[in-house]
């Protein structure tokens, strides 16, 4: 069936360096990709997502482009900030709606 | 609404007692998920509602877990005689229609801990 793998954390990073998260997908069809994100105390929301092939879903500095080839959708991020410590959620959807376990980052000054 | 409206916040029960959770999605919006998140893990599928249609039920733990929802409107997650390890937050979410690409919107959750 449809499923995500997501890079396991804790990933802890200084201000300014480079983020990846990575995601791989296995899916049936032609899914959707999206991160979401949760940070302290709040509830999920949408970063940013992708349709199709190819595609590039982008947001508050964040990246991700949709790899079919590869089955992957891996979030990066140039230069992470402190407000960027959260928990990072790959997901899949056709119908369903298939998380990743998550991965927390912490960015410490 | 302007948002997914989940009910109560926070819940504190004892073990043996039945709780109902609620939550009121997006107007017009078709779809509605309960997930399930215990402290520090990630998110648990519980059950999906898509119109009219039969729910998908395969994320229920067991048989104290039940969900209803009347036509495209507020959802109630009921849990039956409850367990400490029903402690979690549990998130409803909803969205338009089945297009894979819409997206979903959670709520804050309802936060139950089961002493």
């Known amino acids: 069936g449809d499923s995500v793998t997501q890079m396991e954390g804790p990933v802890t990073l200084s201000e300014e360096a480079f983020l990846t998260i990575n995601c791989t997908y296995t899916?049936?069809?032609?899914?959707?990709l999206f991160w979401y994100v949760q940070y302290p105390g709040e509830g999920l929301q949408l970063l940013l997502k992708a349709t199709k092939a190819d595609d590039k879903g982008s947001n508050k500095g964040f990246e991700a482009t949709y790899r079919k080839e590869t089955t992957s959708f891996h979030l990066e991020k140039g230069s992470v900030q402190v407000s960027d410590s959260a928990v990072y959620f790959c997901a899949l959807t056709g119908n369903q709606f298939y998380f990743g376990t998550g991965t927390s980052l912490t960015v410490i000054p | 609404g302007a948002g997914v409206s989940q009910s109560p916040s926070n819940k504190v029960t004892e073990k043996g007692k039945d709780v109902e959770l609620r939550c009121d999605p997006i107007s017009g919006h078709t779809a509605l998920y309960w997930y399930r998140q215990r402290l520090g893990q990630g998110l648990e599928f519980l059950i999906y509602?898509?119109?009219?249609?039969?729910?998908?039920k395969s994320g229920l733990p067991s048989d104290r877990f039940s969900a209803e929802r009347t036509g495209e409107s507020v959802s109630t997650l009921t849990i039956q005689r409850t367990q400490q390890e029903d402690s979690a937050v549990y998130l409803c979410?909803?969205?338009?229609?089945?297009?894979?690409?819409?997206?979903?919107?959670f709520g804050e959750g309802s936060w139950l801990t089961v002493v």
């Open positions: 979410a909803s969205r338009v229609g089945l297009y894979s690409g819409n997206t979903i919107y």
């Open positions: 509602f898509q119109g009219n249609s039969a729910p998908d």
């Open positions: 899916a049936t069809g032609y899914p959707s």
